[in-house]
C-alpha cells in the first residue's frame, strides 16, 4: 500500500502562503487530495487483489464465433440453466497454474487499457494538477519575491506601529462622528418649539452618555520604532523591485490556462473510455494445446468500483475545471496589474498612498481575496505621511525636553537660543521649551510646524539654513506680529516660503540664495509691503540688480546689505529711494568705481564696500554730501592711492582701508580730524606722513602687515591712542615718545626687527603685559621695575 504522505511534497508549501490562496484555489486543492484519494485506493486494490478471474467457455467450436460470454448476458435463471447441455470432448479439470496463466494471458489480451490503468491515470492527472497548482511557489523567478513579499507583509501585519497608525485615525474619525452627531442633536432640538426647555437639555445631554473612548493608542519604545523605520525602507525597495516586471501574473496565467487544457483532455477522454470498464470480458486466445480451450469468459472483478469511482473522479475533475475556468474569468475580466488603494485612502486618511501595477498589484489582488485587512495594513508603509509620523515618534524619544535644554545657549544677542542641524525632521518636544527665544534649524528637511509652535510665547528669532518649512495659516497669525527677526537659507530664492513675506511685525529679513538663471537679470523678489516695521534687509545671491521690491519698504529701511558672490551688480538706481538708509553693505559686488546712487543717500552713516574690484576712490569727494556718513569701509579691494581731497570728510570717525595696494599716504588724511579710527593693514606702506599727528581723536591705529622702517615721531601726539598695531613691519626701533600714548591698552610689536623696547613703556599707564603683543626676549629685556608695573593688576 501507498501511504498518502508520500504524495504530500507536491502540495506542501509554506503554512504563511496560504494568504496568496484565494478560494478558489483552497477549493482545487482539496478536490486534488480527493481525485488522489480515489487514484491511490483504486492503486491499492489494483495490488493487492486479483485483477481478472476468467473461465474456460463450454461451447463448440463451430460456435467460437458467438461471444463466449454471450450465455451470461441476463435472459432469466431458470433458462439459463435448462440450456445448459454436457458436453463431449476435453473436460474442465484445469489445474490452478493453468487458471493463472490464463487470468494472467487475458488480463494483458483482452481488458481494456482503460479499465487496466484507470487508478494510475488518476494518480498522474492529480499529480500534474497539483503540480500545476504549486508551480510558481516553487520556480526561482517567482519563489523568491513571493517569500519576500510574504516576509515583509508579516512583519508590516503585526507591527505596532500599524495598529498605533490605524488607531489614531480611528481616533480622528470617531471625534469627526461625535461632533456630527452633536451638530445633529443641536439642529434637531432647535426644531419645533413644542418640547420643554428641560427635555431640550436632555437632548443635547444624552449622546453624551452613549459615545464610548476611542481606542486607546498603543505606545512605541525605541527598539519598535527603529523596527517599524527599517520596515519602511524595505517596502520601499521591495516595491521598486517588483513593480519592474509581470513575471509573477504570468506565471499564474500560464499555470491556470495549462489546467484548463488538461481539464478538457481529461474529461473527453474519461467519458469516452468510462463505458470501457464492463464486469464480463470476453477472451479468445490460442491456447487450446495447453488448456484445451481456446475462449474465456472473465469476470473484471473490481470493474464495478472501478466505474462508480470513475464517475466520481469525472464529477471532481468537472468540479476542478469549473475553478479553473472561473480563474481565468477573474484574470481577464478586470485589470489585476493595476491596485488602486482609494478605499484606504478614504478611510486611513493617508491620501498619499500610492497606487501600485505589475506584480506588486496582483498579489495584493489575491491577498484581497484571502482577507482584504492585509492590504489595508500594508498600506500603512507606503504611505510618506505614516513615515513622517513615524519619524517624527523616533524624533520625540530621542530628543527629550531634557536632552534639548542642554543644547541652550545665549546668541550673540543675549537670546535663548536653540540650535538643532541635519536631523530627519523637527522633534514636537522643542515646543515644550517656552523660554527659548531664537531658533535656530539647519539642513532639516520638510519641517511641517505643528499647532504646537504657539507654546514658544517667547520665540524672537527664527533662522531657517536649507530647511523648507510649511506654517499652517493659524501659526501665521500667531507669529505675524510676535517674530522680529527671520533668517532663511536656501539653494534658490524662489525656494523662500511665502508667508516669510506676511509677518508684518518683522524688523530684520536675511535671505540667502541665487536667482535661477532666467530670473538673475531681473531679480525679481517678493513684494515686501506687508513689512511695515522692516528696519534691516540682507540678500546674499546673484542679483545684476537691486531688487525693485526693496522700495515697498524705503520709508523706513535702515540697513540693506547686498553680498553678490562675486557676481556684478550693474544697476543700483533703486537705492536713491531709500532716504532714511543708514547702513549700506555692497559687499563682493563687483564694483569698480563707487557708485553714484549712494551719494544720494543723505541718512546714510555706514558704507561698505567689502571685496569688490575698486581701483580708484577719486569718487570720494562725493561723500560730502552724506553728511552724516561717519563709518567708510572700503577694505579688501584693489585701491593704489588714496586721493587728496579725503580732507573733504571732517566727520569720517571709522575709515578701513586694509588689505589694499596702497603704497603712500596723502599728507591731507590728517585733516580728518573726526577719524577715531585708521585701518591701513595688509598693505605695502614704507612710511607714514607726518601730518597723522593731527589726528587728535584717533583712539585705533591699525598698521600691521606692511613695510614700515620707522615711524614719525609726530605719531605720538595722537594722545588719545588706545590701540596701536605695528606687527610684522620692518621697524628696528620704537622712539621713547610711546611713552606719551597714556591711554594705550594695547599694543602689537611681534614681527619686527625691534632689539630693545625702551624703558618709557612704563609711562603707559594703561598698558599691561596682556595687552603688549611682543616676543618674549624683548619683554624680557625690559627693565624689572617696568615689567612690575605692567604685570600689576
Same mark, same amino acid.
Given at each position: 500500500?501507498?501511504?498518502?504522505?508520500?504524495?504530500?511534497?507536491?502540495?506542501?508549501?509554506?503554512?504563511?502562503?496560504?494568504?496568496?490562496?484565494?478560494?478558489?484555489?483552497?477549493?482545487?486543492?482539496?478536490?486534488?487530495?480527493?481525485?488522489?484519494?480515489?487514484?491511490?485506493?483504486?492503486?491499492?486494490?489494483?495490488?493487492?487483489?486479483?485483477?481478472?478471474?476468467?473461465?474456460?467457455?463450454?461451447?463448440?467450436?463451430?460456435?467460437?464465433?458467438?461471444?463466449?460470454?454471450? /450465455?451470461?448476458?441476463?435472459?432469466?435463471?431458470?433458462?439459463?440453466?435448462?440450456?445448459?447441455?454436457?458436453?463431449?470432448?476435453?473436460?474442465?479439470?484445469?489445474?490452478?497454474?493453468?487458471?493463472?496463466?490464463?487470468?494472467?494471458?487475458?488480463?494483458?489480451?483482452?481488458?481494456?487499457?482503460?479499465?487496466?490503468?484507470?487508478?494510475?491515470?488518476?494518480?498522474?492527472?492529480?499529480?500534474?494538477?497539483?503540480?500545476?497548482?504549486?508551480?510558481?511557489?516553487?520556480?526561482?523567478?517567482?519563489?523568491?519575491?513571493?517569500?519576500?513579499?510574504?516576509?515583509?507583509?508579516?512583519?508590516?501585519?503585526?507591527?505596532?506601529?500599524?495598529?498605533?497608525?490605524?488607531?489614531?485615525?480611528?481616533?480622528?474619525?470617531?471625534?469627526?462622528?461625535?461632533?456630527?452627531?452633536?451638530?445633529?442633536?443641536?439642529? !434637531?432640538?432647535?426644531?419645533?418649539?413644542? !418640547?420643554?426647555?428641560?427635555?431640550?437639555?436632555?437632548?443635547?445631554?444624552?449622546?453624551?452618555?452613549?459615545?464610548?473612548?476611542?481606542?486607546?493608542?498603543?505606545?512605541?519604545?525605541?527598539?519598535?520604532?527603529?523596527?517599524?523605520?527599517?520596515?519602511?525602507?524595505?517596502?520601499?525597495?521591495?516595491?521598486?523591485? &517588483?513593480?519592474?516586471?509581470?513575471?509573477?501574473?504570468?506565471?499564474?496565467?500560464? /499555470?491556470?490556462?495549462?489546467?484548463?487544457?488538461?481539464?478538457?483532455?481529461?474529461?473527453?477522454?474519461?467519458?469516452?473510455?468510462?463505458?470501457?470498464?464492463?464486469?464480463?470480458?470476453?477472451?479468445?486466445?490460442?491456447?487450446?494445446?495447453?488448456?484445451?480451450?481456446?475462449?474465456?469468459?472473465?469476470?473484471?472483478?473490481?470493474?464495478?468500483?472501478?466505474?462508480?469511482?470513475?464517475?466520481?473522479?469525472?464529477?471532481?475533475?468537472?468540479?476542478?475545471?469549473?475553478?479553473?475556468?472561473?480563474?481565468?474569468?477573474?484574470?481577464?475580466?478586470?485589470?489585476?496589474?493595476?491596485?488602486?488603494?482609494?478605499?484606504?485612502?478614504?478611510?486611513?486618511?493617508?491620501?498619499?498612498?500610492?497606487?501600485?501595477?505589475?506584480?506588486?498589484?496582483?498579489?495584493?489582488?489575491?491577498?484581497?481575496?484571502?482577507?482584504?485587512?492585509?492590504?489595508?495594513?500594508?498600506? &500603512?508603509?507606503?504611505?510618506?505621511?505614516?513615515?513622517?509620523?513615524?519619524? /517624527?515618534?523616533?524624533?520625540?524619544?530621542?530628543?527629550?525636553?531634557?536632552?534639548?535644554?542642554?543644547?541652550?545657549?545665549?546668541?550673540?544677542?543675549?537670546?535663548?537660543?536653540?540650535?538643532?542641524?541635519?536631523?530627519?525632521?523637527?522633534?514636537?518636544?522643542?515646543?515644550?521649551?517656552?523660554?527659548?527665544?531664537?531658533?535656530?534649524?539647519?539642513?532639516?528637511?520638510?519641517?511641517?510646524?505643528?499647532?504646537?509652535?504657539? /507654546?514658544?510665547?517667547?520665540?524672537?528669532?527664527?533662522?531657517?539654513?536649507?530647511?523648507?518649512?510649511?506654517?499652517?495659516?493659524?501659526?501665521?497669525?500667531?507669529?505675524?506680529?510676535?517674530?522680529?527677526?527671520?533668517?532663511?537659507?536656501?539653494?534658490?530664492?524662489?525656494?523662500?516660503?511665502?508667508?516669510?513675506?506676511?509677518?508684518?511685525?518683522?524688523?530684520?529679513?536675511?535671505?540667502?540664495?541665487?536667482?535661477?538663471?532666467?530670473?538673475?537679470?531681473?531679480?525679481?523678489?517678493?513684494?515686501?509691503?506687508?513689512?511695515?516695521?522692516?528696519? &534691516?534687509?540682507?540678500?546674499?545671491?546673484? !542679483?545684476?540688480?537691486?531688487?525693485?521690491?526693496?522700495?515697498?519698504?524705503?520709508?523706513?529701511?535702515?540697513?540693506?546689505?547686498?553680498?553678490?558672490?562675486?557676481?556684478?551688480?550693474?544697476?543700483?538706481?533703486?537705492?536713491?529711494?531709500?532716504?532714511?538708509?543708514?547702513?549700506?553693505?555692497?559687499?563682493?559686488?563687483?564694483?569698480?568705481?563707487?557708485?553714484?546712487?549712494?551719494?544720494?543717500?543723505?541718512?546714510?552713516?555706514?558704507?561698505?564696500?567689502?571685496?569688490?574690484?575698486?581701483?580708484?576712490?577719486?569718487?570720494?569727494?562725493?561723500?560730502?554730501?552724506?553728511?552724516?556718513?561717519?563709518?567708510?569701509?572700503?577694505?579688501?579691494?584693489?585701491?593704489?592711492?588714496?586721493?587728496?581731497?579725503?580732507?573733504?570728510?571732517?566727520?569720517?570717525?571709522?575709515?578701513?582701508?586694509?588689505?589694499?595696494?596702497?603704497?603712500?599716504?596723502?599728507?591731507?588724511?590728517?585733516?580728518?580730524?573726526?577719524?577715531?579710527?585708521?585701518?591701513?593693514?595688509?598693505?605695502?606702506?614704507?612710511?607714514?606722513?607726518?601730518?597723522?599727528?593731527?589726528?587728535?581723536?584717533?583712539?585705533?591705529?591699525?598698521?600691521?602687515?606692511?613695510?614700515?622702517?620707522?615711524?614719525?615721531?609726530?605719531?605720538?601726539?595722537?594722545?588719545?591712542?588706545?590701540?596701536?598695531?605695528?606687527?610684522?613691519?620692518?621697524?628696528?626701533?620704537?622712539?621713547?615718545?610711546?611713552?606719551?600714548?597714556?591711554?594705550?591698552?594695547?599694543?602689537?610689536?611681534?614681527?619686527?626687527?625691534?632689539?630693545?623696547?625702551?624703558?618709557?613703556?612704563?609711562?603707559?599707564?594703561?598698558?599691561?603685559?596682556?595687552?603688549?603683543?611682543?616676543?618674549?626676549?624683548?619683554?624680557?629685556?625690559?627693565?624689572?621695575?617696568?615689567?612690575?608695573?605692567?604685570?600689576?593688576?
Amino acid at each position: 500500500m501507498i501511504p498518502l504522505a508520500e504524495f504530500k511534497q507536491f502540495t506542501e508549501q509554506q503554512p504563511a502562503f496560504k494568504v496568496l490562496k484565494p478560494w478558489w484555489d483552497v477549493l482545487a486543492e482539496y478536490l486534488t487530495v480527493a481525485m488522489l484519494m480515489i487514484g491511490v485506493f483504486g492503486c491499492t486494490l489494483q495490488v493487492t487483489q486479483d485483477k481478472i478471474i476468467c473461465l474456460p467457455s463450454h461451447e463448440l467450436r463451430e460456435n467460437l464465433s458467438e461471444a463466449p460470454c454471450q /450465455q451470461l448476458l441476463p435472459r432469466g435463471v431458470s433458462e439459463e440453466m435448462g440450456g445448459l447441455r454436457e458436453v463431449s470432448g476435453l473436460k474442465n479439470n484445469l489445474d490452478l497454474q493453468q487458471y493463472s496463466f490464463i487470468n494472467q494471458l487475458c488480463y494483458e489480451t483482452a481488458l481494456h487499457w482503460y479499465a487496466k490503468y484507470f487508478p494510475y491515470l488518476v494518480v498522474i492527472h492529480t499529480l500534474i494538477f497539483m503540480v500545476c497548482t504549486s508551480f510558481w511557489f516553487k520556480f526561482p523567478g517567482t519563489s523568491s519575491k513571493i517569500e519576500h513579499f510574504i516576509s515583509i507583509l508579516g512583519k508590516c501585519f503585526d507591527s505596532p506601529w500599524t495598529t498605533r497608525a490605524l488607531s489614531e485615525v480611528s481616533g480622528e474619525n470617531h471625534k469627526g462622528a461625535t461632533a456630527g452627531r452633536a451638530t445633529a442633536t443641536m439642529v !434637531a432640538s432647535a426644531g419645533p418649539g413644542k !418640547a420643554s426647555e428641560g427635555e431640550k437639555e436632555k437632548v443635547l445631554v444624552e449622546p453624551e452618555k452613549v459615545v464610548t473612548e476611542p481606542p486607546a493608542v498603543t505606545l512605541l519604545d525605541k527598539k519598535e520604532g527603529e523596527q517599524a523605520k527599517a520596515l519602511f525602507e524595505k517596502v520601499k525597495k521591495f516595491r521598486v523591485h &517588483v513593480e519592474e516586471g509581470d513575471i509573477l501574473y504570468t506565471m499564474y496565467i500560464r /499555470q491556470t490556462v495549462l489546467k484548463v487544457c488538461k481539464f478538457f483532455a481529461i474529461l473527453v477522454y474519461n467519458l469516452v473510455y468510462v463505458e470501457k470498464i464492463s464486469f464480463l470480458v470476453a477472451c479468445r486466445v490460442e491456447t487450446s494445446e495447453v488448456t484445451g480451450y481456446a475462449s474465456f469468459c472473465c469476470n473484471h472483478t473490481k470493474a464495478h468500483l472501478f466505474s462508480k469511482l470513475a464517475f466520481c473522479y469525472i464529477s471532481f475533475v468537472c468540479v476542478y475545471g469549473l475553478t479553473c475556468l472561473y480563474t481565468l474569468y477573474w484574470l481577464f475580466h478586470r485589470p489585476l496589474k493595476e491596485y488602486s488603494f482609494r478605499s484606504v485612502r478614504e478611510e486611513t486618511g493617508m491620501g498619499d498612498i500610492p497606487d501600485v501595477k505589475n506584480d506588486f498589484a496582483f498579489m495584493l489582488h489575491l491577498i484581497d481575496q484571502y482577507d482584504s485587512l492585509y492590504s489595508k495594513r500594508f498600506a &500603512v508603509f507606503l504611505s510618506e505621511v505614516s513615515e513622517s509620523r513615524l519619524k /517624527q515618534l523616533n524624533l520625540n524619544h530621542e530628543w527629550t525636553p531634557e536632552k534639548l535644554r542642554q543644547k541652550l545657549q545665549r546668541n550673540a544677542r543675549g537670546q535663548l537660543e536653540l540650535a538643532l542641524c541635519m536631523l530627519p525632521g523637527l522633534p514636537d518636544t522643542v515646543f515644550e521649551l517656552s523660554e527659548v527665544e531664537a531658533l535656530r534649524l539647519e539642513a532639516i528637511c520638510d519641517i511641517t510646524f505643528p499647532p504646537g509652535l504657539s /507654546q514658544l510665547v517667547n520665540l524672537q528669532e527664527l533662522s531657517l539654513l536649507h530647511s523648507p518649512a510649511r506654517l499652517p495659516f493659524s501659526l501665521q497669525i500667531f507669529l505675524r506680529d510676535r517674530l522680529k527677526v527671520i533668517r532663511v537659507k536656501c539653494e534658490e530664492l524662489r525656494e523662500v516660503p511665502l508667508w516669510v513675506f506676511g509677518l508684518r511685525g518683522l524688523e530684520e529679513l536675511h535671505l540667502e540664495g541665487l536667482f535661477p538663471p532666467e530670473l538673475a537679470r531681473a531679480a525679481t523678489l517678493e513684494s515686501l509691503r506687508e513689512l511695515k516695521q522692516l528696519k &534691516v534687509l540682507s540678500l546674499r545671491s546673484n !542679483a545684476s540688480k537691486v531688487p525693485a521690491s526693496v522700495t515697498d519698504v524705503a520709508g523706513h529701511l535702515q540697513r540693506l546689505s547686498l553680498h553678490n558672490d562675486g557676481a556684478r551688480l550693474l544697476a543700483l538706481n533703486s537705492l536713491k529711494k531709500l532716504a532714511v538708509l543708514r547702513e549700506l553693505e555692497l559687499v563682493a559686488c563687483g564694483l569698480e568705481r563707487i557708485p553714484h546712487a549712494i551719494f544720494s543717500l543723505g541718512a546714510l552713516q555706514e558704507l561698505d564696500l567689502k571685496d569688490n574690484h575698486l581701483r580708484s576712490i577719486e569718487e570720494i569727494l562725493s561723500f560730502q554730501h552724506c553728511r552724516k556718513l561717519v563709518t567708510l569701509r572700503l577694505w579688501h579691494n584693489q585701491i593704489a592711492y588714496v586721493p587728496e581731497h579725503v580732507r573733504k570728510l571732517r566727520g569720517l570717525e571709522q575709515l578701513y582701508l586694509s588689505h589694499n595696494k596702497l603704497e603712500t599716504l596723502p599728507s591731507q588724511l590728517g585733516m580728518c580730524s573726526g577719524l577715531r579710527l585708521l585701518d591701513i593693514s595688509h598693505n605695502g606702506l614704507r612710511s607714514l606722513p607726518p601730518e597723522l599727528g593731527l589726528l587728535q581723536n584717533l583712539q585705533h591705529l591699525a598698521l600691521s602687515y606692511n613695510a614700515l622702517e620707522a615711524l614719525p615721531d609726530e605719531l605720538f601726539f595722537c594722545r588719545k591712542l588706545r590701540t596701536l598695531l605695528l606687527g610684522y613691519n620692518h621697524l628696528s626701533q620704537l622712539s621713547p615718545q610711546v611713552g606719551a600714548l597714556r591711554a594705550l591698552s594695547r599694543l602689537e610689536l611681534k614681527g619686527n626687527r625691534l632689539e630693545a623696547l625702551p624703558e618709557e613703556l612704563g609711562n603707559c599707564a594703561g598698558l599691561k603685559k596682556a595687552g603688549l603683543l611682543v616676543e618674549d626676549t624683548l619683554y624680557e629685556g625690559l627693565p624689572a621695575e617696568v615689567r612690575e608695573k605692567l604685570e600689576e593688576e
